[in-house]
């Protein structure tokens, strides 16, 4: 239904039709994101890394209402980041639309199979290194989504539905 309204809307759909799933709990790592990204090289090809697995490196940056990942920890435009989103949010809505048929929400379909115990370990990663300070760089596993409206507000055109963090090294800012 989404691709058909955007098919008639706005001339396609980017999205692919239907995903294989992937066991996040296993190989996910290695399978799906063989080498890590920076932003700067995952903005340069959007389209192509759509709906798939990535391991990126960046800064985590947290402010009022805001959690995105950024090219370095001194960079602060908008575009050029990629908001950072809880894959629960989306699993939640899957249920609620299985539940629920007549009053369907939005959602992105998952292209691994959501771990509540993985994604909860991968979050508690992400709250301790940014524990005493905004800023973090870090490498992070997750379903990269383009196109509009991610984030608060629906302000970012990119989103990461966190998968794991990978690696992290805490920089303390003033």
């Not at 507000?153 to 992290?168: C, F, T």
């Amino acid at each position: 239904m989404f691709c058909a309204v955007n098919a008639a809307l706005w001339g396609g759909c980017k999205r692919p039709t239907s995903t294989q799933a992937v066991d996040s709990t296993h190989a996910a790592d290695s399978t799906h994101a063989d080498s890590t990204l920076t932003v700067e090289q995952l903005l340069a090809n959007q389209q192509g890394h759509a709906h798939a697995m990535v391991k990126i490196r960046g800064c985590l940056d947290r402010g009022f209402e805001m959690l995105v990942l950024r090219s370095s920890c001194d960079h602060h435009h908008l575009a050029q980041c990629v908001w950072l989103e809880d894959a629960e949010t989306e699993y939640a809505f899957t249920k609620f639309n299985r539940l629920h048929p007549k009053h369907k929400v939005p959602v992105i379909e998952l292209s691994f199979q959501f771990d509540r115990a993985r994604n909860s370990r991968a979050w508690k990663k992400v709250n301790a290194s940014l524990e005493n300070n905004i800023r973090s760089e870090i490498v992070l596993l997750g379903q990269f989504e383009t196109g509009s409206g991610f984030g608060h507000m629906g302000a970012y055109p990119n989103e990461l539905l966190l998968v794991d963090v990978l690696d992290n090294k805490s920089n303390p800012t003033p």
